[in-house]
Nanobody, 124 residues
């Protein structure tokens, strides 16, 4: 099993940046591919970005490409989401998720472990 704790959310003006962190417990973190998702009020949880267990491949939702960067440090059991050029529509609770194995997915049902989320609010 793995436990996930997100941090780094907050209030930022449009055009600003935030870096989210996700700390994972457990000794087998490198066995998990990781994803970031977000959920805005009244909307379904949506895929943001994912990274394979080795960190060699990354994937992004179209609206995040060029603005967001996912990365991981397996030695520190950490996953990061660097968010630049933030827009008010990026306002949501951001969740870190883990999926056992080398493959990533955009479907929330493929991820077995979730953090509690961190709020990101972008003001116009």
């Amino acid at each position: 099993q793995v436990q996930l704790v997100e941090s780094g959310g907050g209030l930022v003006q449009a055009g600003g940046s935030l870096r989210l962190s996700c700390a994972a417990s457990g000794r087998t973190f490198s066995s998990y591919s990781m994803g970031w998702f977000r959920q805005a009020p009244g909307k379904e949880r949506e895929f943001v970005a994912a990274i394979r267990w080795s960190g060699g491949s990354t994937y992004y939702a179209d609206s995040m490409k060029g603005r967001f960067t996912i990365s991981r440090d397996n030695a520190k059991n950490m996953v990061y989401l660097q968010m630049n050029s933030l827009k008010p529509e990026d306002t949501a609770v951001y969740y870190c998720a883990a999926q056992l194995g080398p493959f990533v997915a955009v479907d929330t049902q493929r991820y077995a472990y979730w953090g509690q989320g961190t709020q990101v609010t972008v003001s116009s």
